[in-house]
Structure formats: C-alpha cells, structure tokens
C-alpha cells in the first residue's frame, strides 16, 4: 500500500493518520477536509469556547511531523473503486479511511436558526449570548443543555423547548431524563416540554400549537445526521451512517470508516451501534489503521461519552436496551450525586450514567467490559462501591 487518502480532517481523521504511522505505515497520507481549519477538538465548543474560556481548540497533533500531504478547504464528491473525487478532482487511493463526521438537522422556518457544530458555530453565537438576550434553544438533548447552560451564564433569558416529555429522554429515557428538570429551574431557564416547533420566525418560535416563543436568538439542537451524502451512488453500503464489521472494513475493499460517521457491528451487545461522542473518534482509529495495514483487529469498545451541564459532570458507558432494568444508586431528589445503572435479565452491567459520581463510570466501564453479574440489591445502595456489588 503506497498511499492512503484519509477524507473528514477532525478527530477521527487526524487519529487515523497517527495511528498509521504507529502502525508502521511509512507510504504517502493525504489528509482531505471541507474544513480550512486544521483538526480541532468539538467537545469545547459547547463549553469552555461558548463560555469565553478559549478561542482555539485545534487537537494537538504534528501533522508535519507525520509527513501528511494536508488539502483543506477541499470536499470529496464521490468514490469509485481506486479513486476518490474531490471538489478539486480526482485522487487515486490504495487504502482509504471515511472519518467525514456529522452534520447538525435544522429545523423549517425562514428565521435565523443557529446550530453548534464548528468552531465558527461556536464563535459566532458567543457574541449573540449577551445579557439580557432572549435565547430559545430547541431540544434538551446534550448539546441543548449545554448551550443552555452558557446562555443562562452569559446572562441571556433562556427557555428551552423540547418535544419529549423529559430532557434527554431520547438519550436516557424519560424516567432518568426527569430526574435533571431541576437543574434547569435552579439555573433559571425556562424548559418547555412536550412542546413540538413548527417553525422558525424572524422574531423567534412558532410551535406546532400554534403557540409563540419570542426569541432574539434561536439555537436549533436536535440530533445530526452522518455527513455521509457524498457517498450515495458508489459501492459503500450505507445505513445510518457507513456500515462497517467489526474490523471497521466497509463494503469496498481497502476502505475503512471510523468515527460518528461509522456504524459498526459491536460483538459485545450484538447489535449495530453507531456512536457520535469522542471517545470513539479518538479509540476507533488504532482499529481501522490495523484493518487498513492487513491485521486482525478487531473494534469492540464499551462505548463513553461526558456531558457537564448546568454545574453538573454527567457520564455514560456502555449500551442499553429497551428490556434493561433500572437500578438507581443514590436519590436524586435529595443528593445531587447519583447514578443509575442498567441491569440484563440476567443481571449484568449493559449501562451505567452517573452524575458527579466519576468513580461509578470508571469502575462500571469496567465491569461491562468483564460481562460479570451483579448483585441487584447491592447495585441499589449507593454506599456500596460498584466493583464490590
Ligand atoms: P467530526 O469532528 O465531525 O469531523 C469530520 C470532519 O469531516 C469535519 O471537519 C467535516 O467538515 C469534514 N467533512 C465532512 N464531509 C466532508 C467531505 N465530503 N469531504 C471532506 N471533509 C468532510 N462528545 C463527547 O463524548 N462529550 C462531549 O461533551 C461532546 N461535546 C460535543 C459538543 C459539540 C458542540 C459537538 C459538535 C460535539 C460534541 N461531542 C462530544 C461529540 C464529538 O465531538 C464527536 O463525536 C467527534 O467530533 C466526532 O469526530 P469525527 O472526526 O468523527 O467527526
């Protein structure tokens, strides 16, 4: 293999080619991204970049000293067998890497919507986040809450409207989502649920009710869709994303995807799971650049993401299912420490969440990991430390 075009210059992109020069890899890279900018950390955007904190989040990487041939500011177009086609024409590849990420939904409406998913996203609505602005963020997902957050910081009038009938209840389900409705009040957002948007105004709002939310800024939070479009009509199988194996090889031979592009068959939950947080962006790499370079690697990760919402440090590992079974640790009506862990029929770790309980993910990521079962009773009390249950 004389040369390899890695195509999406984010995280995934910029690990993938780390991991090929690790891997031993000594031929050409060519590094593709629609982006001008070199690759950078998402996860800040929401936080320290809206918050004022910081203005760059470019990921610390020597791409010089990796010998990467970088084309910035350059988007691929298609893919045949061999050759990638780019908004500045054609590459021939030998092995190819997918990391093209995602894209945020945006909502109808002729009105000014913001979304947060590059860095001149972020920049951009800081200066709207001035005090006293009306700021309607729609979905209470992860990046809802976060950019909520900041607004409410920033001293904005927040409200927050979500179709669901508790936050987060796509991600967790509305009964553990319930449990953070608090940290919005006592944040001084307004959060509006079961509230469905029609459209976005000039002037704010229109909910499918009929009903207004007057608003100076609207900030469009609800979900993203794999950037995968460039991709139809070639020989790569796409289903929510770039269906991969378990070695990450797509459907064309010497083409690998990684990253939240990517939707991988998972041996461990024996199910597809196709995963936007960083964690797999920065692990899945070291897989595909294996796969890429002919080993038997093989990708199966309890999957880990962090949010830190309204003061609060929430993290998940692993994957849940419709038929777990809750278990809370810790009540969250009266200690704002506390966790939830999700239990098989045959009582073993699939998930746990926890809210400022770091030690909690960490030892239950390990215990997923090992497939080992639990004692229900002693997952239920909260003294109790999880390796121990
Ligand atoms: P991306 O970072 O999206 O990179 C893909 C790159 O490919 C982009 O630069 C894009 O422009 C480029 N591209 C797309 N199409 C093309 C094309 N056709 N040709 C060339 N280039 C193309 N995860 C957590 O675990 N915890 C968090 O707290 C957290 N916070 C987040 C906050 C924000 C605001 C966002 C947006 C994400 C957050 N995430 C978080 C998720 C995490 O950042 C992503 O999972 C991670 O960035 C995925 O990396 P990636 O390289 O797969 O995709």
Redesign the pocket.
Known sequence: MDHVVV???????VRSIEALRAGGFTGRITL????HHRPYD??P??KAVLLGETDSTVVDSDLDALDVRLCLG???KGLRDGVLETTEGELEYDGLVI????TPIRLRGEGRQHV??TIEDALTLRERLVPGARVAVVGAGW?GAEVATAAARAGCAVTVVEAGESPLAVALGPAVGSHTTDWYARAGVELRLGAMVGTVDADGLTLMSGARVPADVVVTGIGVRP?VD?LKGSAVRLDDGVVVDEHLRTSLPNVVA????ANWWSRRFHARLRV??????LQAPDTAAATLLGEEAVYDPVPY???EQFGHMVQFAGHRDAGDRMVLRGDPRRDPKWSVCWLTADDRLAAVLTVDRPRDVVQGRKIVESGRRLDPLRVADAAVALRDC
């Open positions: 195509v999406g210059a984010g995280l995934a992109g593709i991204g629609e982006e998402r996860p955007l929401s350059t988007a691929a990391a093209t990420g995602a947060l998913r990046i950037a460039w990684v990253g939240d592009c936007e947080h960083w964690d797999t962006a993401f962090w949010s």
